[in-house]
């Protein structure tokens, strides 16, 4: 079904898959509406050192596309003001009602500032940072009348820009959950193409040499000078560049989700070990092209091809989907059902012993993502995910479940 103008215009806003693929300008379009309203609470409000608003907007958003990491950093924000203020009230009633000598007030100021230093290496991090920054605002020029009550207005000020930025976010949010979703599973597509090349090359014995792909991966061609087709080195190079993408958004992921960070940092060291798996096949696979295999051995090897690619092609499928399905368990085919595997050539023993690696790898991405499902579901905005569900079933889309 052909979409509409309009259609195409409200895509980026309201379809999950489109907001990941065009999360660049999405995040072009809040940060600059961010600031618009910034200025408009500026104007409405009036308030001194309204400049103030806007920087927080861009300290908050500029750098930040996803909404675990901006309400982290949000939090982080007011804390740190409100714990500013506090310390920095605390020191102006100690000067004007117990102190006598200025260089007690500066000595107590050095000693707050040693102290939030101190927890801001140990524990406060950024929180501590603008607790120190805050109170400094309000206190370094004990003399001037004026200084405290400009340092509550800067204060007054982040905290209004803070709240600016939440509410964009909430309007237009770009969830890490979901983008971590998306970056999974377009890699998970990509290998199953990848893994289905690799299989076409076992069958295509008489390749030239390609110089060119030599330069793009030395590994790609072994002894007997039989490249990799230069396609799958490409493809090779954009499931890295993804893989590291994904490593920004675990921490937002896990705050967002509630899932512990050290499974999602599991998954991804699995998602990984998928892609260095797939690359040993890679750089096996020409070298089979010239080594015979017995007709029952290459049966199996069809079989795991197409299980395996499936399998793949399955787990982003349900990574991608709006809709709460299940993971299917992957291929039960076992080499040890084989024994004539034994008997084949060195080279191809490891071969299927890579490929046997490759399906347990699956099993155990597909194992953390269903024990995991819960969290990352829900955490990916259940109302964007029904009203995905009801524009598939409205354009008549097909799923790719059946896969």
Not at 12 to 28: G, K, M, S
Not at 141 to 148: A, P, S
Not at 321 to 347: C, G, K, N, W
Request: proline share 3%.
């Amino acid at each position: 079904m052909k979409l509409t103008m309009w259609q195409r215009f409200t895509a980026l806003f309201v379809e999950p898959y489109v907001r990941y693929q065009y999360a660049d300008t999405l995040h072009a379009i809040r940060l600059g509406t961010a600031v618009i309203l910034a200025l408009l609470v500026n104007k409405i409000t009036n308030f001194p050192h309204g400049e103030w608003t806007t920087i927080t907007v861009f300290i908050i958003l500029g750098l930040l596309q996803y909404q675990g990491a901006i309400y982290t950093k949000a939090k982080e924000r007011v804390l740190g003001t409100l714990l500013g203020i506090g310390a920095a009230l605390g020191v102006l009633w100690f000067s004007q009602n117990v102190s006598a000598w200025l260089w007690v007030d500066y000595a107590l100021i050095g000693l707050i500032s040693g102290i939030i230093g101190y927890l801001a290496v140990r524990q406060l991090g950024y929180t501590g940072l603008l607790t120190g920054i805050t109170m400094l605002m309000i206190v370094s020029d004990l003399g001037n009348n004026n200084i405290g009550q400009d340092g509550v207005y800067r204060a007054l000020n982040i905290l209004l820009g803070t709240g600016v930025s939440v509410a964009v976010t909430l309007v237009l949010p770009l969830k890490s959950t979901l983008m971590w979703r998306f970056l999974l599973s377009s890699n998970l597509d990509a290998c199953s193409s990848l893994y289905a090349g690799v299989g076409n090359h076992i069958d295509a014995p008489d390749v030239i040499k390609d110089a060119a792909v030599q330069s793009l991966n030395p590994v790609a061609i072994l002894a007997d000078g039989v490249p990799v087709n230069k396609q799958l080195v490409t493809a090779l190079q954009q499931i890295n560049k993804r893989l590291l993408a994904v490593r920004p958004h675990i921490a937002a992921t896990a705050s967002e989700s509630g899932i512990k960070k050290e499974t999602l940092e599991t998954i991804q060291r699995t998602h990984r070990n998928i892609i260095g798996t797939i690359d040993l096949l890679l750089s096996a696979a020409p070298r089979l092209a010239n080594i015979d295999i017995d007709d029952e051995n290459h049966v199996l090897l069809l079989h795991y091809q197409h299980e395996l690619t499936q399998a793949m092609q399955h787990i982003a499928a349900v990574l991608r989907s709006p809709s709460d399905e299940m993971f299917r368990p992957i291929t039960r085919i076992a080499v040890s059902e084989y024994p004539s595997v034994q008997h084949l050539a060195f080279e191809w023993q490891g071969y299927f012993w890579l490929t046997q690696t490759l399906q347990t790898q699956l099993q155990q991405l597909s194992d953390l993502l269903q024990a995991t499902k819960p969290n990352w579901y829900a955490a990916s905005g259940l109302g964007y995910q029904r009203r995905e569900q009801r524009r598939i079933k409205q354009q008549g889309g097909e799923t790719d479940l059946h896969l």
